[in-house]
Every structure is written in C-alpha cells, then in structure tokens.
C-alpha cells in the first residue's frame, strides 16, 4: 500500500534578521526543546561578530555557511563483500545541514569559553576560509578526490 508524501515543513523566519537560514541555525543549536537560551547565543554571537569585524553579521553568516559547505562527500558502498567508499556530489538542503552541523560542532568542540564567544570565533573563522568547519570540508573533499577511481560504482 502506497504512504502518503511527507510534505516538507515550512519554517518562518528569525525574529531579528526575517532570515529562513538564520532561524534553522537556532533551530540547530537547540537542545532539549530550550530555544529562548538557542536565540540568546545566535544573538549574541551575532553582536560579538558586529563587534570584532564591523561588518553585517548577516554578510559573515552566509559566508561560513558557504564556505563550510561541501559539494561532495562519500558514502560506504558494499559490492561483493568488499566496501568502497564512493564519492558523491552534495544536493542543497544536505549541504546547508551539513555545514550547520559543522559548525555547531566546530564551536562545542572548543573549550574555556562561552558558547557564544565560541560560535562567533568559528563564524569569523570560516568566512575567512579557515576553522575547523572548512577543514572539516576540505578533509571530506580530499577523501572524495582519492576515492574517484570507485565512482563508476554510484548510482
């Protein structure tokens, strides 16, 4: 019997900035359902890189979500008892998930100060192409360019 098509949810804009991306951003660094003290890092985060670059934290945000985003990473395949790592190309909601996720991480990952303070360092970090986010990347890419011989395997 055939299901029903899972419709995609549509999720409204931030408070501050009307910003779909910005508002799945909170959404991500949200635990347990706490998503007041999840706007107050974002926010803040956000004041900090105003602070530090003098520039629209808007402008910085989606330049470490590009530049932490990866066009192609690879997934383990098993053909006749052998497993291969084949490399793919990453479509659009995957790569913004992705590149959130590395992000968040990256931050989380750092140590002795606030999450805020953290969130903003790896923000400015990455929309200047360094971080443990791009790096994050970067190391998926090389692993997708040494995996090429297997790409004939992908389907």
Known sequence: MARKKISKRIIPGD????????????????????????????YSAFDIIKEKTK??????????????????????????????????????????SL??????NASKAKKGKPMKEKLAEELIAAS???????????DTHRMADANRAFAHFAR
């Open 15 to 42: 408070i501050v900035y009307d910003n779909v991306m910005v508002a799945k951003f909170i959404n991500q660094i949200m635990r347990k359902g706490k998503k007041t003290i999840a706007v107050k890092i974002v």
């Open 55 to 96: 520039k629209d934290p808007l402008e910085i945000f989606d330049l470490a979500m590009a530049n932490a985003a990866p066009d192609m990473e690879v997934k383990s395949k098993r053909i006749g008892g052998a497993v291969y790592q084949v490399p793919r190309e990453v479509r659009g909601e995957r790569k913004i």
């Open 99 to 104: 590149a959130m996720r590395w992000l968040i």
């Open 128 to 138: 200047s192409n360094e971080g443990s986010a791009v790096k994050k990347k970067n």
